[in-house]
C-alpha cells in the first residue's frame, strides 16, 4: 500500500522541480533581458552625454576664441582713438573691461565703432577762415612765376639767336601758369592742417593768382 503514494509522491516531486526549474529558467531570462535593456539604455545615456560634453567644449572653445576676439579689436579701436586724439588721449587712461550687465553681440557694436572712426578720419576741406591765405598763395605763386618771366625775356633781350626767341615766349608761359604754382604752397597748408585741397580752396587760388596775372601784365612796361 505504501509503493503507490511514494511513487505518486516522488512523481509529484518531479512535476513541482520541473515547473521550479522552469519558473527559475523564465526569471533568469527576464533578468538577463532586463539588464541588456539597462546596459544598452546606460550605453545610450553615456553617448549622449559624451556627445553633450564635446558640444560644450566645442562651444566654450568658440566662445573663447570671439572673446579673444572681440578683445583684440577693441584694444585695436581703442588704440586707433588715442592715436587720434594724439596728447589730450593720456586722460582716458587704459581700455575699459566689459560691462557685467552688457547683454547682445558686440560685434556690431564694434563695427559701429569702427565706422565712425574711418568718417571721423577723412580729413575735411579747409575752413573759410584760411581763405586770406590761400589768397597770399595765389597771389605769391603769381608774383614768383612773373618775376621768373621777366628774368627770361631779359636773358632774351641780352641774347641773340634762337635764344632771343625762345626766351620771351619760354617767360610768357611761366608768367601765364602763375596762378597754379600757388597751388603747391596751399597743398602745404592743407597738409599741415590735414585737410583735402577741395574745389573751393583751389579755385580761392587760381582766382587771387589770375587776377594777379592779370594786374601784373597790365601795368608791366611796354
Partial sequence: MNEPVASETYAAQIRRLAELTSRVAAQREEAHTWYAQQCAAADRAVAEATAQVRRAEAEA???????????AEAAHLWQELRTRLGASARRLGDPPGPARDASGDPVPLLHG????LDRTRQPGELPGSLNPLLVLCGVGGAVVAYVL???????GAGSGGDLAVGMPVLGLVVTLLGPLVGLAPARLLADRRHAVLGPRPITVVLTAGLVTTVL???????
Fill in 216 to 222: 601784373l601784365l597790365a601795368l608791366a612796361p611796354r
Fill in 149 to 155: 618771366g621777366v628774368g627770361a625775356r631779359a636773358v
Fill in 61 to 71: 572653445a568658440e566662445a573663447r576664441e570671439r572673446v579673444e576676439r572681440v578683445d
Fill in 113 to 116: 565703432v569702427r565706422e565712425l
